[in-house]
């Protein structure tokens, strides 16, 4: 007689012995993520790479900031504790992608970004969440998809700042140096109230012209300004005191 046992046909994990479509129960806060010494590595290479092809510096101070302030225009529209969280969590993954190349670097960190996290146990529904934000930051192929996607733009389109030049001495030569080494102060407003969000640069127009501003990130502006309204919100552009837009 032969005898039939039942046999798992699940994919086990060789170290642990355990199925690895195992479901993911863990809360993943943002100081987890930022603690991990895997998403440091990818940022570090992520800015050194950058650093190689002449970019503005996109480390750990910048993806810090976004972080920080993706969290902070959610919370004050708002929007539930969880959410601002995974905008968190977004904000600081979000540029990962660059140390596989600059192209597309939005959707290669999103697939980083997914690996990680559920190594981590993050449930895959906040997962793709996250994903859906980076995959969708840059201004030339994004869009806000979501809250934690439109926080993120948001974010990351008003991180212009001196100190994101990484050689002061190119500024006469090249225009994205010239302009965020001219702008001295950035700041976002979020008016729950008023409904609005105002970019508010002082800018040495010394240094660059506002139309130099405009001239290089009037992407950025727009994608902004579609993040805003996806908030409920408007998007304005103040600077040196004078509101434009
Ligand atoms: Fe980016
Ligand atoms: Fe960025």
Known sequence: MIRLESVSHA????????????PATRLITPDMV??????????????????????????????????????????????????????????????????????????????IAMHILSDMGM????????????????????????????????????????????????IKFDIHDRVNYAVEKSFLNVDEAGKTITLELTIDSGISQVMEYFEIFMTRMLASRKAAKFLGTSFGLMVNGNRLT
Do not use: W
């Open 11 to 22: 994919p086990t994990d060789a170290v642990a012995g355990e199925p690895l479509d195992r």
């Open 123 to 170: 449930p895959d529904a906040e997962v793709v969440r996250v994903m859906g934000a980076i995959g969708n930051h840059h201004e030339n192929d994004g869009d806000p998809v979501s809250p934690v996607a439109a926080a993120v733009i948001l974010a990351d389109k008003s991180d212009v700042h001196r100190t994101r030049v990484r050689n002061p001495d190119m």
């Open 34 to 111: 930022r603690d991990l010494p895997r998403v440091r590595t990818y940022i570090r290479q992520a800015d050194a790479a950058l650093a190689e092809i002449g970019y503005t510096e996109h480390g750990e101070r910048h993806v810090s900031l976004v972080s920080h302030i993706a969290f902070n225009i959610l919370k004050r529209l708002g929007h539930p504790q969880r959410e601002c969280e995974l905008a968190e969590i977004a904000g600081f993954l979000h540029d990962m992608g660059n140390a596989v190349n600059r192209e597309h670097h939005a959707q290669t960190g999103a697939v």
